[in-house]
């Protein structure tokens, strides 16, 4: 495979951000090793501290060729789409339009009088009431009661029903989602699983999330997000789709057929991708695609603390709350295969609460993307890494790529 490499390197400049300029040359190796190897077409990769940064762009757009990698190509971030939408909702926190404990059934009424299952695994009429009414803050933190089971899809009738109503996207398919109001009115057919605030679940609350942006703003959740974040944060090719004039920029999209271990198609690149034009249903849990630079502006103004420049996008306050511990431990426990003893959950992305290893610094925030893509902002140490691919996760725990990419990032830090 050919492999390509655009690398922005100026040792003085890094070296005043903490930085070794020859330790991030490690960086250079180990993840072009990865692309040399086949394991994916190609990758960018950005680390940035104290105004400084680093990119590094690997291989072609797609297992054919068809054009370099760029600091500039565009990738579908799939779950690195929640913290941005948490942040879109705090916008209308922060102008009281929404309130965090407030019901949110003023907005979603498909959600008033929930009945909830008496065991996880009965027909989905055996329900109680809800204690209470679903919560902004419950959309937020994955606890509204409904989501995914990390169990076979046909183990429990509640998860055929999911299933066949098109409710859990999984993968995403941005053609094949219904409207908004149709997917809403769907999910208000069906009980919920477990009581409002009881129970973590991924990621129904953050699609949940979307609907309830748009209705509470009174505009599409793409023209929301457009107008209060991706244009004044800059984010020009941050989008839930990618415009004629900028389809040679989307890569194809690869998983590795379980089979062979080869790469094999999951969507087409440029024009012929299910990205090429506007979804019915905007995905605020996993639906935009963006670039290395834009969500880089994205994390500078979280890690700044709400502000850009001279703008302020959000206050401090609402920073810190979503960025905060969110779960009791029980509720981590629940989950394992996320989160462990190091981590936990605020507002759309997860939060590290001890030091395991370099990368897992105490308050570091983020997510990653099951198609491929990894961001976290760690304040502590002033660090924003971002791992950009085209290969799909084949499981929850990170493949080696991203491990390596951490481990490079931080183990270049000089001061």
Request: charged share 20%; glycine share 10%.
């Amino acid at each position: 495979m050919n492999t390509t490499a655009a690398i922005e390197r100026r040792p003085a400049d890094l070296a005043r951000a903490g930085f070794s300029a020859l330790r991030l040359g490690r960086m250079h190796q180990v993840l072009g090793g990865h692309v040399e190897r086949g394991e994916l077409p190609g990758l960018v990769a950005l680390v940035a501290r104290h105004g400084e940064v680093h990119v590094e762009a690997f291989g072609t757009m797609t297992t054919q060729g068809g054009g370099a990698m760029d600091r500039d190509t565009i990738f579908r971030i799939a779950s690195m789409t929640k913290p941005v939408s948490a942040a879109a909702a705090m916008i209308l926190v922060e102008e009281c339009r929404v309130r965090l404990d407030d019901p949110v059934d003023r907005f979603l009424p498909e959600l008033a009088n929930r009945g909830v299952l008496k065991r996880i695994g009965g027909p989905l009429d055996d329900t109680v009431p809800a204690n209470r009414p679903v919560t902004l803050r419950d959309l937020l933190t994955l606890r509204m009661g409904i989501g995914h089971l990390m169990l076979p899809t046909n183990t429990y009738p509640i998860q055929q029903a999911l299933k066949e109503r098109g409710l859990l996207q999984g993968p995403p398919h941005p053609r094949t989602m219904p409207t908004p109001d149709e997917w809403m009115h769907g999910v208000g057919t069906l009980p919920l699983m477990y009581q409002p605030g009881e129970r973590w679940m991924y990621d129904l609350g953050l699609d949940v999330l979307g609907v309830l942006i748009a209705r509470a703003s009174g505009q599409p959740l793409e023209t929301f997000m457009r107008e209060r974040l991706f244009e004044p944060l800059g984010m020009k090719d941050t989008g839930f789709h990618v415009p004629p004039e900028k389809h040679g920029r989307l890569p194809g999209c690869y998983y590795a057929d379980p089979a062979t271990g080869a790469l094999a198609p999951y969507d087409e690149p440029g024009a012929m991708s299910e990205w090429s034009s506007p979804p019915p249903f905007p995905s605020a849990a996993g639906g935009l695609v963006s670039t290395a630079d834009d969500y880089l502006a994205f994390c500078a103004m979280m890690i700044n603390k709400g502000r850009h420049g001279s703008q302020r996008i959000l206050s401090r306050p609402s920073v810190d709350v979503m960025t905060s511990d969110q779960l009791t431990p029980e509720q981590r426990t629940s989950a394992p295969i996320f989160f462990g003893d190091d981590n936990t959950w605020g507002f759309g992305m997860s939060v590290a609460t001890r030091r395991s290893d370099l990368a897992n610094v105490p308050g570091r925030f983020g997510w990653t993307g099951g198609l491929g893509t990894s961001a976290y902002t760690d304040p502590a140490e002033g660090v924003v890494g971002i791992l950009l691919t085209q290969c799909l996760m084949s499981s929850p725990q990170a493949p080696e790529v991203f491990r390596d990419f951490w481990t490079c990032a931080y183990q270049a830090i000089d001061d």
